[in-house]
């Protein structure tokens, strides 16, 4: 006779933009043309044209760094991860995210773990404002290495600003090895001071600087 246990439900939770025609871009990437081709009835087969930071994605180090790692250098394993949420909400357009207003909470970071920058900023998706984002000052780029974060994401459009056309945080970051996910949503369900488990699997596309990606958190149902 079998014994009833406790169940132990997953709860996941999307952090992903769906990708379609009209989405949000970084200005000067190529915009998302989604084709139906035609085929014989009733199979259906559509053609996408897309960039490799298109929607919810993931950098490589050779996104920016000369020689850096591409996608497919990177094994599986280090897009699935544990990691934290950091609260960032009254960040301001345009305006650095300060080492200071991250050292506390990269406490809870687990070695080797994801720190997911919450700015609010997903709420202005496919808005002019959403290109007038919060980003990593210089100092809060480093603290992240420092604290040895392997993947850090945001729910912007970058970690540089994309108003000033700043390339620092991306040159701290994928410079020593840390993986970047932008466009994240959602993270507003996520508790700061959770260690939850992550995947940021993206397509192995061989050689190349980034990839779209279904980016999900996860942890036990209590």
């Known amino acids: 006779m079998r014994k009833e246990g406790k169940v ?7 952090l992903s933009h ?3 025609q009209g989405m949000t871009v970084f200005p000067g990437d190529p915009e998302p043309c989604i084709e139906v081709v035609e085929t014989e009835p009733p199979w259906q087969v559509s053609r996408l044209v897309l960039g490799t930071h298109t929607g919810t994605h993931i ?4 996104h920016l760094v000369p020689e850096g790692k591409t996608i497919t250098q990177y094994p599986p394993e280090r897009f699935l991860l544990t990691g934290i949420v950091v609260p960032l909400e009254g960040s301001g357009e ?3 995210i300060t080492a200071e207003a991250l050292r506390s909470q990269l406490e809870a970071l687990p070695a080797g773990g994801a720190v997911l920058l919450r700015t609010g900023w997903d709420l202005y998706w496919k808005s002019e404002r959403y290109l007038r984002h ?3 000052s210089p100092e809060a780029a480093q603290l992240l290495v420092e604290a040895g974060a392997s993947l850090v994401g945001i729910d912007a459009l970058s970690v540089d600003s994309s108003v000033q056309g700043t390339q620092h945080a991306h040159a701290t970051l994928l410079g020593n090895d840390v993986l970047i996910v932008e466009n994240l949503a959602r ?3 996520l508790v700061s001071g959770v260690v939850y488990q992550y995947s940021f ?3 192995p596309l061989r050689g190349l600087d980034g ?3 279904r980016a999900l958190a996860w942890r036990a149902a209590s």
């Not at 132990?8 to 999307?14: C, S, V």
């Open 201 to 203: 699997l993206p397509l």
């Open 94 to 96: 345009d305006a650095p």
């Open 18 to 20: 769906a990708i379609e």
């Open 134 to 136: 919060p980003y990593l």
């Open 59 to 62: 950098d490589a180090a050779s």
């Open 187 to 189: 993270l507003d369900r």
């Open 211 to 213: 990839s779209p990606v």
């Open 8 to 14: 132990n439900l997953m709860q996941f939770i999307d």
